[in-house]
Structure formats: structure tokens, C-alpha cells
């Protein structure tokens, strides 16, 4: 019912427009009737197109000025304005229609007007001026009549709007690093008079969608993504920008929704590796605690490493009988053994990171790759550098051992800074093709540039011999194997030409070498 009398309301009005301009035409010399009815079926003409911008606004308030003026030459000049008072309260309702319509903008400041609200402003300023100019009692009483009008409704507008317009419940996340998760936020307006409102991330990491229009009583919901960084601000802060009921001013506020706790990479891997080694039992097979539950899987009966003892079985090896517990328990009892499987992996660790980011960073990478080997029964090494020399070399371990020494070897990883920057991504690959195709084409030119190239390449080469990266991996490689795979687990800082290169050797030998 409250839509239906705002609806019947405005065509009123409507009607009450187009009657007054009709009988201003009239009670107006020619000229002036002419563009009266051209005011009118301008008027006409944007109702029948369903015309809402500002031209339709700035049409009604020609007209609310017009009709006080025509209307002082048959009615007191004090009294026109009152005849034309209902195109204003027309207009004041297309305002509060197309307030939803506009955009709000961030804001630097606390309150603001918008396009509209200042050409308004200007409007009503230059009317009363004019009227003053000329002397136009009618003009300068309707002016004053718009300035009243406008002074109102800001007045209105500061007074009915709290400092914090939107309510929203404050709670604590719990968030991995770097890694993206969205919520849904729910905005409660605490003025009715509120059309609109826009939110705008304070950080880079933060994105959300924007809320629908405002409706009384309805609570708006909105969108936030968040991928933290790990030296960010515990709060997450939204910057947000409310239109007012007439699309005049805009207001900016902020909230705090949320409370971080963004988990570092490395503490995440770390309770990952930890809660693996709590499930699983010495051997190398992945979370299983009893012989029973990995019977049904592999069928434990052959290896050469320990795993854990079951009652003897028919088919089990008598030669793997475990004498001792058998006399304790007066029971046959026998031994189970597992062997490893898959090629030999060389887990070769950079413990130097420029920042805590990319420590974390490193941190995560080893802890994982070593899980994921661990529960995949890959057997593998650790090799570790630094920017000085080799850390540490280890044999091939197994899967516990292998997750109990990435955890030793994470708390090593120290952060350095390097004065050293990369423009790009250094390409071996394409610098040695290069040489390649230059040794086709022989003219001064192009053999002073393959002669460049050699020297890059070799200085490339040179560099390569020398770093602790190349030096850990070929000891390595003495000790676990020469065709063992290689994951590098590194941030490409000083031994950005070293692993470069070792991956082109590895790729022209067909050997498998990743960087994570």
C-alpha cells in the first residue's frame, strides 16, 4: 500500500506539472508561451522514454523557477512560489528515485557532495543572484525557497546519520598465509535514509563485491576475499562510502570486521609433518600405524628394511622368525619388512631467504616436498647450502627420518640480504641455442656476437662450478646416486646462475631437475 500512494503521489504531482505549465502558457505573452510548451513537451517526452538523468532533474527545477515567475504576473509575487511549490516536492522525489542509481567514490575525506548535489548548489546560488540583478521579486523568493530547501535536507542528512552508519559483528579468522579465502559480510544500515553504500579494500590483498541498494529493514551482504600476507595488519580494514536519501552528499566511514591470525606457511607445514609422524610407525610407508591395516595394501613380507613384527603366518619365511619374542610370547612370531620404492630423490635446500616472506616461503616448500615424499615412499637425501658453503648432506632416510630432518633443517633458514637483482629470468636453454645457430652464419658481425655469447655462457659456467648450490648437489650426487632426481627447494637468490645451469646440464642429460 505505502508503494501504491507513493506511486499515485507522483503522478500527481506529474499531473499537477504539466497543468501548471499548461496555464502559465496561457496567462503568458506569445513568446514566453512558446517556450513554455516547449518546456512542456521536453517534460512530455522524457516521461514517455522513461528519461532518469541529469537533464530529467535539471528539466523539474527550470520548471519550478518558470512557473513562479509566469505566475507573478497574475498572482502576488509572495504567492507564485507557493503555486510552484509542487514541482519541488515532485523534484524532491525524482531525487530520492535516482539517488540508488549513482556510484559512490572512494573518499579522502569524512563528507563530500556529489556532482549532482554541487551543480544544484551552483544552480541556486546563481538563481538568487539573478534574481537580485534584475529585481525579480518571484525569482529571488523561490530561489531563497530552493536554498531553504537544499539547507534542509543537509541538515537532515548530518543530523540523522550516526558516525558509524553500518553495523557489522566483529570476529577472528584464522587464515594460512598467502593463501585465498572469501566470507560472506553482513552490513546492517542504521539509517532508513541511507540509499546507498560502497565498500573499498584498504590493501592490495583484500578484494570484495560490492552490496546491493539499500532496502529499510534488509540486511546487506557483501563478498570479502582476503589472501594475507605475512607481515600484514591483524585487522582487515574496509573503507566505505554512503550515498544519502537524495543522492546529494556522500558520507565515509570504515569498519573492522575481522581479526587475523594468519598462520605462517612454515607453522602449517610443520603441524602437517608432525601429525604424520605422530600416525605412522618407523618405516616408509604413509599413515598407518599397524602391520595389519597395510596387510591388505602390499602384503608385507620382503624388504630389507624393519617395519614391525605379527603373528607367524602360513607362507611366512621361517628365517624371518623373531626367536627372542616368540620365546616371550610363547608364540611364533614374525618379523615384517618393507623395502624402498621409487627412484632416489636429492632434496637440495637453499637456507638463505631475502625476507620473512620468502623464508616462510621456504620454510613451507621443504616441510611439504618432504611429506609428499614421505607418503609417497620416495626414498630421499637432504643437501643443504648456504651463500658461503655446503650445511649438511645427509644419506638416504626414511620417511620419518627424512620429516624429522626437514623440520631440523627449516629452523637453519636464516634470512640474508642481497644486494644482487635480476632483471630476468636467466635462460640457459636459449642462450646456448643462440650459439648453436650463429655457428651457421659467418660475417664479423654475427661472429663478434657469438663470441660475446661464449664468453657469457662460460662466465655462466665458471660461476656455476664455484657456488655452494653446484658443489652441495654434486657431493650429493656422490653419495645417494648420479641419476637421482633433483627437487631444489630455493628463492633463486645467490645461486640464481648455479641452479640456472645445473638445470640446463640436467634437461641435455635427460635427468629430472624441479625448482620449487
Partial sequence: ?????????????????????????????????????????????????????????????????????????VVNSLVSPLIAFPVLLLFNRILEEDAPLGTPVHLKHKLAITPKGLILVITAVASLMIGILVSNSSLLMSSLVFIIYLAVIGTLTILKTPAQPVLVEQSTLSVLVGKQNSFNLSLIPLNPDIQKIALFPSSTWLSLTQPEPVIPGKTLTTKVIITPPLSGPTKIRLEGTLVDRWGLTLKGFHLEPYLLNVIPRARYAEWLARKYLAETTEGTLPLVSTVSKMKPLYGLRRGIEYYGSQLYQPGDSLKNIDWKHSTKYNKLISKEFTAFKGQQVILLVNLDAGNEDEADKQAFNLVTAALSLAREQVPAAIAAYNSKAPVMITGVLTAQKLLSKALETMEKIAIVNTPIKYLGKLDIVRLRANINRLQFVHNAHTDKLAAVLRIEYENLKNISKTNPASQTLLAAMNIVGRQSSVIVVTQLNHDTEAIEFNRFIALSTGKTMIVI
Fill in 1 to 73: 500500500m505505502k508503494i501504491l500512494s507513493n506511486r499515485l503521489t507522483v503522478i500527481s504531482l506529474r499531473i499537477y506539472t504539466i497543468g501548471a505549465l499548461i496555464v502559465a502558457a496561457l496567462v503568458s505573452p506569445p513568446v514566453l508561451s512558446i517556450s513554455v510548451l516547449i518546456t512542456m513537451f521536453a517534460y512530455l517526452f522524457m516521461l514517455w522514454r522513461g528519461i532518469r538523468t541529469n537533464a530529467h532533474t535539471m528539466l523539474l527545477l527550470f520548471i519550478f523557477f518558470g512557473v513562479a515567475v509566469l505566475f507573478s504576473q
